[in-house]
Structure formats: C-alpha cells, structure tokens
C-alpha cells in the first residue's frame, strides 16, 4: 500500500509540475492574430474591450524601464508637455529603436505640435514595425488629408476601416473621401 501511495504521489506531483509549466501558455489569452480577427468582424459589440487589448499589447516593450519611458512620454503627451513628452519618446526610441509604440508616441506628440513632417516619419517607421496599428494608419490618413492628398488619405482610412471597422470617425471619413475623390474623377 505505501508503494502504490508513493507512486501515486509522484505521478500526481508529475502531473502539477507538467499542468504548471503548460498553462501559463493558456493563461497568456488570446494572441493578437486573434484579437485582431474578433476586432475586424462588422457586428462586434466589445470592440472596445479588444482593442484595449491590443493596445495592451502593443505597449509591452519586454523591458519594465523602456515601458517607464513609454508612460512617462504618454503621461507628459496628455499633460501637454510635448518638450518632455519628446524627452522620454526619443530615449525610448534610442533605446529600443524597434519597438513600434515608441515611434507612434512619437508621431503623436509631433502631430499635437503641428509638426508633420516628423510625424509623419515616425508614423512611416511605426508601420515598418507594425502594418496593423490602426491608429498610426488613422494619423497618417488625418495628415494625408490635411495636406489635400485626399486619394492616399481613402487608402489609409479604407485599411483601417479593413483592420478595425468600429474605430470611431473612420467610416464617416471614408464615405467624405470617396465623395471627394469621386467628384474630382467625373
């Protein structure tokens, strides 16, 4: 009987071990692939809730210091503090210079400062890193527009609108453009 009790327990203890070493994998949740697959389809009702995630996602930079910088750009981009909000943006960007979020902070910050140009190459570079960041696309659709290059400006909306339909403001955009692109045609 103590034999069979041993064996047992090492079985038993086995199993814990091997379970405690695979479930992080499904405790980790969804992947973004699939978040992104929820996200695009026309009918979702927690759009809201997946796009935190992935936005959650997105700002994980794998290091806890490069993710301070992150915060602290963010923190002083929406205290309006753009000189310091560049400060940390540009560190972070130093520093891990692939990490996406980093440029789209960036491009952000130079955008609120009606700075363009800059932006609109951190935005170039976000989506070198990152061809599905919706709101890098959405800021590069709103530049192109302002700069009246209205067809370029359809085709970024309109891929936003592919990745994330429920993003607010986008299909009123695309159905303004295609207007004026289409009269401009006639």
């Known amino acids: 009987m103590k034999d069979t009790l041993r064996y047992l327990n090492f079985h038993v203890t086995a199993f814990i071990v091997a379970m405690a070493l695979v479930s992080p994998a499904y405790a980790a949740g ?5 978040l ?17 995630a992935i936005w959650l996602e997105w700002s994980k930079s794998g290091s806890p210091s490069m993710d ?15 000189d310091l909000a560049l400060g940390h943006l540009t560190a972070l960007i130093d520093h891990a210079p692939d990490f996406a979020e ?4 960036r491009a952000t910050t ?23 960041h919706f709101a890098a696309l959405t800021g590069l659709a709103v530049i192109l527009e302002q700069m009246g290059r209205e067809d370029e400006a359809l ?31 006639i």
């Open 155 to 185: 085709d970024a909306y309109r891929e936003v609108m592919r990745l994330h339909p429920h993003r607010p403001n986008v299909a009123e955009a695309v159905e303004r453009l295609e207007l004026a692109v289409l009269g401009k045609r």
């Open 36 to 52: 992104f697959d929820e996200l695009a389809e026309p009918e979702q009702e927690g759009w809201q809730r997946i796009e935190d």
């Open 68 to 82: 301070l910088l992150l915060k602290q750009g963010r923190d002083a981009l929406e205290r309006e503090d753009y």
């Open 110 to 132: 130079y955008f609120q400062m009606d700075q363009y140009g800059p932006a609109m190459m951190d935005i170039r570079r976000t989506l070198e890193l990152n061809p599905r």
């Open 102 to 105: 980093g440029y789209n902070a």
């Open 30 to 34: 969804p992947t973004l692939d699939q």
